[in-house]
């Protein structure tokens, strides 16, 4: 059964928002998503 009082426009929102980092973690890789310069040693 569904809870729909936490259906709320910011819950939604911060639902978004994370999957959002989710699939840019898995599109980019854990290696990169930590390691933004590109700069090895």
Same mark, same amino acid.
């Given at each position: 059964m /569904?809870?729909?009082t936490i259906l709320s426009p &910011?819950?939604?929102t911060a &639902? /978004? =928002?994370w999957a959002e980092a989710v699939v &840019? /973690?898995?599109t980019v890789g854990p290696s990169h998503a &930590?390691?933004?310069s590109g /700069? =090895?040693?």
């Open positions: /569904v809870d729909w &910011t819950f939604l &639902t /978004v =928002e &840019t /973690v898995l &930590t390691d933004e /700069v =090895e040693g």
